[in-house]
């Protein structure tokens, strides 16, 4: 079943608000790692954290691993109509497997 | 490179027809999986093959086989389609070392059983 949860389901932000979406897992998770899918397109790699209480950037994008790894967030500074899509974390337990949460869907308004 | 690619990208099946997904990747990855989406289900592991030659059942693995015909060649085959499998299927391949990397995926394939 699933094993990392998501939220929110769905978010709507006016373009130049910040927006974020939290993952949540039960189990201690060896990695995360988030992807955004664009309506209609497939899955892309953002980025990988694996440290304990890690904290990466990417532009406007910071990504943060909780310190017992167990769950994470994506926060976007400052919106745009391009950050538009689904956005997954996905965490791996140690074995081969990536579990996938239920993705948080962003809709910008212009 | 052309990475992942997916074969057909719609399909339209009656209930208890067979089909056949192909996936091919260029980038020598020895990891390739089979996702299904469904809405607010997210992406669900159907299987993967960790190496050539290796087959392992994912979270919802029972409906579907699944053949490694070399390290480019997963696919994934239907036998007699019902209309719970209607999704769109993933696929996707990732090189294991040193660790576990990204996943990069085909376009995806539209499956309607009706």
């Known amino acids: 079943g699933q094993q990392v949860m998501q939220i929110p389901q769905y978010q709507h932000v006016q373009e130049g608000e910040d927006f974020t979406t939290y993952c949540n897992s039960s189990?201690?998770?060896?990695?995360i790692q988030w992807y955004k899918q664009r309506p209609g397109g497939h899955p892309v790699f953002l980025i990988q954290?694996?440290?304990?209480?890690e904290v990466k950037k990417q532009k406007r994008l910071t990504f943060q691993f909780g310190e017992a790894k167990k769950n994470s967030s994506l926060h976007i500074t400052a919106t745009q109509t391009t950050d538009v899509g689904t956005y997954f974390c996905?965490?791996?337990?140690?074995?081969?497997?990536?579990?996938f949460g239920t993705g948080t869907r962003l809709t910008v308004i212009p | 490179n052309a990475g992942v690619t997916q074969t057909p990208k719609f399909q339209v099946l009656k209930t208890g027809q067979s089909m056949t997904l192909q996936c091919a990747q260029d980038?020598?990855?020895?990891?390739m999986y089979w996702y299904r989406q469904d809405p607010g289900m997210g992406l669900r592991l159907i299987y993967y093959?960790?190496?050539?030659?290796?087959?392992d059942k994912g979270e919802v693995p029972n409906g579907y086989n699944v053949s490694r015909l070399n390290k480019r060649e997963f696919s994934l085959r239907l036998e007699s389609a019902a209309p719970s499998q209607t999704s769109v299927y993933f696929c996707?391949?990732?090189?294991?070392?040193?660790?576990?990397?990204?996943?990069?995926f085909g376009s995806g394939t539209q499956l309607s059983v009706l």
């Open positions: 954290l694996v440290k304990s209480g």
């Open positions: 189990t201690t998770l060896s990695n």
């Open positions: 980038m020598n990855h020895n990891s």
């Open positions: 996707a391949s990732s090189e294991v070392v040193p660790v576990y990397g990204k996943l990069f």
């Open positions: 996905a965490g791996r337990t140690g074995a081969n497997n990536l579990f």
């Open positions: 093959s960790a190496s050539e030659g290796t087959t």
